[in-house]
T-cell receptor
């Protein structure tokens, strides 16, 4: 059972270009989360999605950032017109449908995509 | 979400037991305590989760006092491969998911 897959692992963009980050959740997982990690900092929640639905995007910047999790295919985090401040590691995590056991909702993380904006 | 406070860094020799304490004074009744481990250039990995008293698995133990305002992650007999950043998270599993924010974590350095 493959873990969470993210690609590309490293992405270099020039200011003003678009960045598209892809995440394939673990088999059987229908919940996807995106986090951003700046150097020497912890991960910050960006968005939580289920298939074809954005459930919580309270951590996502209002402009230039968007996320989707289509019925078929990976989840995509898109950053339009990238700026130097977007340089960070972007992690995707997935989890199963909640088991009903309160509190248990282990998130499995991918290896991350390291975005560098020149 | 309850704010957490943990030491920025710790050093330990191989073979020793390591205890990392996390303070969460404003923890809510429905909040669970979760610890993750992150190696350089990798995503975090779930270690252990608990609500109260003591939880133990094959990797670690988690001690939570009655007032739940703190918790201690205990790693028995650490090895060099345990060098990593350890995050303490507190959050409610509401609406079918747990929206968490990772603090800066505790950077554990295991010394040979």
């Amino acid at each position: 059972n493959a873990g969470v897959m993210q690609n590309p692992r490293h992405l270099v963009r020039r200011r003003g270009q678009e960045a598209r980050l892809r995440c394939s959740p673990m088999k059987g997982h229908s919940h996807v989360y995106w986090y951003r990690q700046l150097p020497e900092e912890g991960l910050k929640f960006m968005v939580y999605l289920q298939k074809e639905n954005i459930i919580d995007e309270s951590g996502m910047p209002k402009e230039r950032f968007s996320a989707e999790f289509p019925k078929e295919g990976p989840s995509i985090l898109r950053i339009q017109q990238v700026v130097r401040g977007d340089s960070a590691a972007y992690f995707c995590a997935s989890s199963q449908v909640t088991s009903g056991r309160a509190g248990y909702n282990e998130q499995f993380f991918g290896p991350g995509t390291r975005l560098t904006v020149l | 979400l309850a704010k957490t406070t943990q030491p920025i860094s710790m050093d330990s020799y191989e073979g020793q037991e390591v205890n990392i304490t996390c303070s969460h004074n404003n923890i809510a009744t429905n909040d669970y305590i979760t610890w993750y481990q992150q190696f350089p250039s990798q995503g975090p990995r779930f270690i252990i989760q608990g609500y109260k008293t003591k939880v133990t698995n094959e990797v670690a133990s988690l001690f939570i006092p009655a007032d739940r305002k703190s918790s201690t992650l205990s790693l028995p007999r650490v090895s060099l491969s345990d060098t990593a950043v350890y995050y303490c998270l507190v959050g409610e599993n509401s609406g079918g998911y747990q929206k968490v924010t990772f603090g800066t974590g505790t950077k554990l350095q295991v010394i040979p």
